[in-house]
């Protein structure tokens, strides 16, 4: 019959406390896991970039000072990563007449770098002041970075002539229309150091009207060269070549005119030294 039958149910086994307790530490672990790793992103994201920058990186160069730079950048003890303004800083670094270009760079969360590329002289020219005459450098943009003698003056650099100067102060530009002259000594000196070194001096011919051309005169040969103002490598290599030629015959032109494109000239015979 039906009631002589009993059901009964699976009795499953208790779960065992040591696997409660593993649990229990484990969510323990992961809390605290949570807590710590929070606290480091609060400190990373949040504090950090507020507190004073711990590492300050400067290629400063003679003349311009680590101390100067930061100054200048309005960098101090106190300037964390959150408050350095790069583009002002920039700006500011690029305005002082010894530097050509300024970086400001920010490294997450407490580091910054500040490279600066300094003026390089491409030519100099005398200047007649008060007190007698002054060597004028300048670089590629024509800005006067460094008057008178002393350390750090390049070497061999092409003189120009013809120039005049009001006020011969660092930080003075030449203007924009010997741009192109400045440009092709620097490429020049950059190329072939060896083939700008023969020449002394870069006369400035002012034309009547408008412009200028140039009057080349060669370190060891007593020659005017005249051209329009497009001095480039090779028209300079050119010159030189023809002199080299000149020299070999035994025969030297006073000057030589290149402005139409074709060099035009008078030979003289040389001194046989008999």
């Known amino acids: ?74 960098i101090g003890e106190d300037t964390s990563w959150l408050t350095v303004n790069v583009a002002a800083a920039e700006k500011a670094l690029s305005t002082y007449y010894l530097v050509e270009s300024a970086r400001v760079i920010k490294r997450f969360p407490d580091r910054l770098r500040i490279y600066l590329e300094p003026r390089q002289a491409v030519a100099l020219a005398l200047a007649e002041t008060p007190g007698g005459i002054l060597p004028v450098y300048f670089d590629r943009e024509g800005v006067i970075f460094k008057t008178g003698g002393g350390d750090g003056v390049p070497q061999n650099l092409p003189v120009i002539s013809g120039l005049v100067f009001e006020q011969p102060v660092p930080g003075a530009r030449l203007p924009a229309a010997f741009g192109s002259l400045l440009e092709a000594l620097e490429k020049i000196g950059a190329s072939s150091p060896e083939l700008l070194g023969a020449v002394s001096e870069i006369r400035i011919n002012r034309k009547p009207f408008d412009g200028f051309d140039l009057i080349l005169y060669p370190l060891h040969n007593p020659v005017k060269v005249r051209l329009e103002n497009n001095l480039n490598e090779d028209t300079l290599r050119y010159v030189m070549l023809m002199l080299d030629v000149f020299k070999s015959k035994n025969s030297m032109p006073g000057e030589i005119d290149f402005r139409s494109g074709l060099a035009s000239y008078t030979v003289k015979e040389a001194p046989s030294g008999n």
């Open 1 to 74: 019959m039906a009631g002589d039958f009993i059901y009964s149910e699976d009795v499953l086994p208790a779960r065992p406390s040591a696997s409660r307790g593993f649990e229990r530490g484990l969510k323990r672990l992961i809390i605290i896991a949570a807590v710590i790793l929070g606290a480091e992103c609060i400190w990373l994201f949040v504090v950090s970039p507020c507190m004073p920058l711990s590492t300050v990186e400067v290629n400063a160069f003679p003349g311009f000072e680590r101390e100067a730079v930061l100054e200048m950048a309005g």
